[in-house]
């Protein structure tokens, strides 16, 4: 026997076994959907006998007894089966996780809660009812009739029985008939063709039915796959978003356009104040201490000369608070050169030592400069001021979509969004633009904070560097 001959051999018998190791799963993951379907049917209806049995016997002697023992028979098992509903829907998913890594999240619509008027009645949202029990369920009747999600799961709590029993059915039927053909076969030879009856048939029918067998156990990791892609598009509605999906984004963002309005407000009032009690008041003081030079330049030339010095320098100090005002509404070197170059430039004026490292094939828009670029600022004043670090590091990464800025420091961690402004401040300017904020900071450091902000750039210009300040 030649090696190849060899290796061949080896490979099939390899596929072979991991064959039957698959089906052999499959097999014992379908018997379990199987007895999981069991209850899904069975307590609903014995509920249902039940309640019917025992109304219809108390009421036997009157003419309403079979009516109302149907009734009682349809509210007991639709109770039973509504218990059943997001427990079957969260198996089903917790299987899907398990078995295929496959996760599902689920968001309901939010239930209003149940007002009382004056009156003392209750208000669902929709209808008034005196007595709250009722006015409860038929809250919960409305609600889950309205809600994509529990629409769904009640549909699952029908159809998954129904599935589990049709797709094990071939499965059941080849390893039964397969076990049978092959028991069988001792007891009532067979004739296959010119194989003698009373000889090697009994052997033959034998490996019939082990095929048979074989067949099914192959059979069934795909009836699994069935049952769980059936499950997918029920319960996941083939990946749309839901409802209730829909709603929470639409909070999100009036939740991030009121954060931005919001922010826009108070920005606008830092700069009037700043105006106000800084260039503006300096500008008033240089007009009057003209005025004084105006008067003085014939009756006392030199107190004239102090004066005009001082509205010199007092001028300077104007310009350089508009400077600073300017820059800290949009700084020139972002504008004029970009993030990557607007973050060096902060570097150059830390308190601590500061490596940037930036990969940007190009710049992004204007606001997600800005955003990213404060942002920064803001990080860079929290290691300064809070973490006891003698080294920050920042890097700017743009991969497939998304722009990665990673601030990096020594210090002794503990970073916590609740004990200040700071950090919320910069998660409420990033939610703007659908951006999140990671915070890795553990007892001892180092603290790492990333943030991340899809967006696109404007070319595809490639620029890669790197600096140390």
């Known amino acids: 026997m030649t090696a190849a001959s060899r290796t061949s051999g080896a490979s099939v018998r390899a596929q072979t076994e991991a064959a039957f190791t698959a089906g052999g799963r499959g097999l014992v993951r379908l018997a379990l959907l199987v007895l999981g379907a069991v209850p899904t049917v069975a307590l609903p209806l014995l509920a249902a006998f039940f309640a019917g049995g025992s109304v219809a016997s108390m009421l036997d002697p009157y003419y309403l007894a079979t009516p109302l023992a149907l009734a009682a028979a349809a509210v007991a098992g639709s109770s039973v089966a509504g218990l059943l509903v997001r427990r079957v829907a969260n198996r089903t998913r917790g299987r899907l996780g398990r078995w295929y890594g496959l996760r599902m999240p689920v968001e309901y619509t ?17 209808s ?11 809250q919960l009747l409305h609600w889950a009739a309205r809600d994509q999600a529990t629409r769904s799961e009640i549909a699952w709590l029908v159809i998954s029985p129904v599935a589990a029993g049709v797709l094990a059915l071939p499965v059941g039927g080849l390893l039964l008939g397969g076990a049978a053909y092959a028991a069988t076969a001792p007891g009532d030879p067979r004739a296959y063709g010119p194989i003698d009856p009373g000889g090697a048939s009994p052997l033959v029918s034998v490996a019939l039915g082990l095929l048979l067998m074989g067949l099914g156990v192959l059979l069934a990791p795909y009836a699994v796959r069935g049952y769980l892609e059936l499950a997918r598009r029920v319960l996941d509605q083939d990946g749309r978003a839901s409802h209730a999906q ?5 909070a999100e963002l009036t939740e991030t356009r009121a954060d931005a309005v ?20 300096r500008l008033v003081a240089i007009g009057m201490t003209l005025g004084t030079i105006e008067h003085l330049m014939e009756t006392d030339p030199a107190a004239a000369r ?14 350089q608070e508009l400077r600073d005002l300017v820059r800290g509404i949009h700084p020139p070197v972002l504008a004029e050169r970009g993030l990557g170059d607007a973050v060096r430039a902060l570097a150059l004026d830390s308190a601590l030592p500061t490596e940037v490292c930036v990969s940007l094939p190009d710049r992004p ?20 001021k809070h973490s006891g670090a003698e080294q920050v590091w920042v890097d ?35 939610g703007t633009f659908d951006g999140v904020l990671a915070i890795d900071s553990t007892s ?17 210009r490639i620029s890669t560097s790197f600096a140390k300040a």
């Open 246 to 250: 829909l709603t929470k984004r639409v």
């Open 262 to 281: 919001g922010n826009q407000a108070a920005e606008l009032r830092r700069i009037e104040r700043d105006l106000h009690d800084g260039a503006q008041a």
């Open 396 to 430: 700017i990464l743009y991969r497939a979509g998304t722009l990665r800025v990673t601030v990096t420091d020594d210090g002794v961690g503990v970073a916590d969004p609740t004990r200040g402004t700071g950090l919320r401040g910069i998660e409420r300017r990033l």
């Open 110 to 126: 939010p239930r209003p809660a149940l007002e009382r008027d004056e009156r003392g009645h209750w208000w669902t949202g929709y």
């Open 444 to 460: 001892g450091g180092p603290t790492t904070i990333t943030l991340e902000l899809p967006c696109e750039l404007s070319s595809p």
């Open 128 to 138: 008034y009812h005196r007595s709250h029990a009722v006015a409860r369920l038929a």
């Open 306 to 319: 102090e004066l005009l010095s001082e509205a010199r320098q007092s001028s300077a100090r104007a310009l």
């Open 365 to 384: 828009s204007a606001p997600v400069e800005a955003a990213v670029y404060f942002s920064i600022c803001e990080l860079m004043a929290n290691a300064a």
